[in-house]
Nanobody, 122 residues
Framework: QVQLVESGGGLVQAGDSLRLSCAAS????????MGWFRQAPGKEREFVAA????????YYTDSVKGRFTISRDNAKNTVYLQMNRLKPEDTAVYYC???????????????WGQGTQVTVSS
């Protein structure tokens, strides 16, 4: 069992940066692939980024490539999402998730946080 708590969301202007954090409970954090997803009002949840167990493998949805960076610190049981050059279309609730497989589909993840709101004004 893993419990995930996101933090770091907020209201920023277009072009600004934010770093989201997701703290995990338990001693098995390093055994999980970690992902970030987001859901905008009226839209379906979408994949943003994922990182493998060791942190050496990452991948991103096309719309955030070159702007967002996912990383993890297994000693701190934390995964991060550094978001640069934010755009209004990045506005959403951001969720972190833990799973046994490194993938881009929500069903591949077993544990989810409660989400943190990111709002980007134009």
């Amino acid at each position: 069992q893993v419990q995930l708590v996101e933090s770091g969301g907020g209201l920023v202007q277009a072009g600004d940066s934010l770093r989201l954090s997701c703290a995990a409970s338990g001693r098995t954090f390093s055994s999980y692939a970690m992902g970030w997803f987001r859901q905008a009002p009226g839209k379906e949840r979408e994949f943003v980024a994922a990182v493998g167990r060791s942190g050496s493998t990452t991948y991103y949805t096309d719309s955030v490539k070159g702007r967002f960076t996912i990383s993890r610190d297994n000693a701190k049981n934390t995964v991060y999402l550094q978001m640069n050059r934010l755009k209004p279309e990045d506005t959403a609730v951001y969720y972190c998730a833990a799973g046994n497989f490194l993938g881009g589909a929500g069903y591949e993840y077993d544990y989810w946080g409660q989400g943190t709101q990111v709002t980007v004004s134009s």
